[in-house]
């Protein structure tokens, strides 16, 4: 009882923080691509040039809900950046399970968003950061490999490489992970993506893909630490696995959820029990900002 009483609290307060998020004032932006005009929502941190993430959602949503369920649009605001929503075709994005097919050219929108939020005065340009969830996040990893100059760092909520990029030059930049072990959709492991009967593509292991990004920057020493379980009745906790030491005095990190699904840690789900458990002990936006904010 205490437990389920736990739950309906968090997810109340994630639907307040929604309501306050599509209360914030927006800017829609349009930018014309071959494929049509593309769409992306602004939430400004001010006047001026300023620090910005660009949040990426997962397959099946939007960039207003994620803006209104995901708490970036907060943990953004609180640490003075600019968050930028935009809008994959069809609500997904083309990442690189599938690099040889016919598909939008997410890589150039993304590109010409950047190039756009430098030009209107709206974002530092070096210090544009990318996020992405779920399948926002293969198409985060898609960019490190494919842009990643433009970007001065990367973070995804349950994702990982997708396997046809494994062999991709990333360069040296900080990195954050969030990832649940017990994700159904996303294994922490490696292979198949997707509910079994709905797999589309693959992904390398968890781990992995750190190291893609560890190695790249020279990093030296790996730690792993628990942090406080505060939340006991989640069922989950948390263990932050670190490579430090790096050329370039950034960081790569796994926010580990021990027992976790594929869900938004802090930011539970109230209809979708077939993706597991969701941890209550961290806020994966609020981390991903704090990290953002100290440079990795």
């Known amino acids: 009882m205490r437990s389920t009483l736990l739950f309906l609290m968090a997810v109340m307060a994630a639907m307040l923080s929604s309501a306050t998020a599509l209360a914030t004032a927006r800017t829609?932006?349009?930018?014309?691509?071959?494929?049509?005009?593309?769409h992306a929502l602004i939430?400004?941190?001010?006047?001026?040039?300023r620090?910005?993430?660009?949040?990426?959602?997962?397959?099946?949503a939007t960039a207003a809900e994620i803006a209104g369920n995901s708490g970036f649009v907060e943990a953004a605001a609180a640490h003075g950046f600019t968050a930028v929503f935009p809008d994959g075709l069809d609500e997904a994005w083309h990442d690189g399970r599938f690099p040889d097919t016919v598909k939008p050219d997410d890589i150039g929108f993304l590109t010409a968003l950047v190039a756009r939020l430098v030009v209107d005065g709206t974002a530092d340009p070096g210090r544009i950061y990318l996020a992405g969830i779920s399948n926002g996040g293969l198409m985060t990893f898609t960019m490190a490999c494919r842009a990643e100059k433009l970007f001065a760092g990367f973070a995804t909520i349950i994702a990982s490489m997708p396997a046809p990029l494994a062999a991709c030059a990333v360069g040296p930049a900080p990195l954050v992970m969030i990832n649940g072990?017990?994700?159904p959709v996303m294994p922490f492991a490696g292979g198949a993506v997707g509910l079994p009967g709905h797999q589309r593509g693959e992904v390398i292991p968890v781990e992995q893909t750190a190291l893609l990004f560890a190695r790249a920057d020279g990093c030296k020493t790996r730690t792993s630490k628990a942090l406080p379980d505060r939340v006991k009745s989640d069922g989950t906790t948390v263990t932050k696995v670190t490579w430090s030491g790096c050329r370039s005095h950034h960081s790569v990190s796994i926010y580990r959820i021990e027992g976790g699904g594929h869900e938004i840690p802090g930011h539970p789900s109230a209809d979708t029990p077939e993706y597991g458990l969701s941890n209550l002990d961290i806020s994966a936006a609020d981390t991903i900002l704090s990290a953002f904010a100290t440079g990795g």
Do not use: E, M, N, Q
Not at 43 to 49: H, P
């Open 28 to 38: 829609d932006l349009v930018i014309t691509t071959k494929d049509g005009p593309r």
């Open 43 to 49: 939430f400004a941190a001010g006047k001026g040039l």
């Open 51 to 60: 620090p910005t993430v660009i949040v990426l959602h997962g397959k099946s």
């Open 181 to 183: 072990t017990a994700d």
